[in-house]
């Protein structure tokens, strides 16, 4: 599964992170994915701030999903792998997983559905054709 996808951002578990059994809180599997998701798609080279400074188009979160697949606990090395599995006309789902630093340990997986949506009127809009371009080049399974 960890061959599905080409970005990893990488992680140190730190103490802040985990709860009274030594084991990651919960609620930060999503602070991961969000971290990693921003780092996924600054290696695209796509201008987050910059697209939404221009267009007044930005993502929303609509769906969030995580499964508990082994404790990640303190001081751990992992990566976070994100990928594009899906583009609708206005939806982005992205696909998460995450290992224990260079292995196929998987600890959890993940989905993350973002809408793009008009910051005026709060209506969904179309994903860009130059964003659905930019994922391609990566995402051979969307090309």
Same mark, same amino acid.
């Given at each position: ?10 992680? =140190?578990?730190?103490? @802040? ?34 697209? !939404? ?12 999903? !995580? ?21 609708? =006309? ?12 260079? @292995? ?40």
């Amino acid at each position: 599964m960890r061959q599905d996808f080409w970005f990893h951002f990488p992680f =140190r578990v730190r103490y @802040s992170e985990v709860d009274a059994q030594a084991v990651v809180f919960n609620a930060h599997y999503l602070t991961y994915f969000d971290t990693a998701i921003t780092e996924y798609f600054r290696a695209l080279g796509y201008d987050y701030l910059g697209e !939404v400074a221009r267009t007044g188009i930005d993502f929303h979160t609509v769906r969030s999903v !995580v499964e508990y697949k082994a404790p990640i606990r303190f001081d751990e090395e992992i990566d976070v792998c994100v990928r594009v599995a899906r583009i609708g =006309r206005s939806s982005i789902t992205l696909a998460l997983a995450i290992f224990a630093r260079g @292995s196929d340990d998987l600890r959890a997986t993940g989905e993350i559905v973002w809408v793009a949506t008009d910051q005026q009127t709060h209506q969904s809009v179309a994903v860009t054709e130059s964003l659905r371009e930019m994922i391609a080049s990566r995402e051979k399974a969307l090309a």
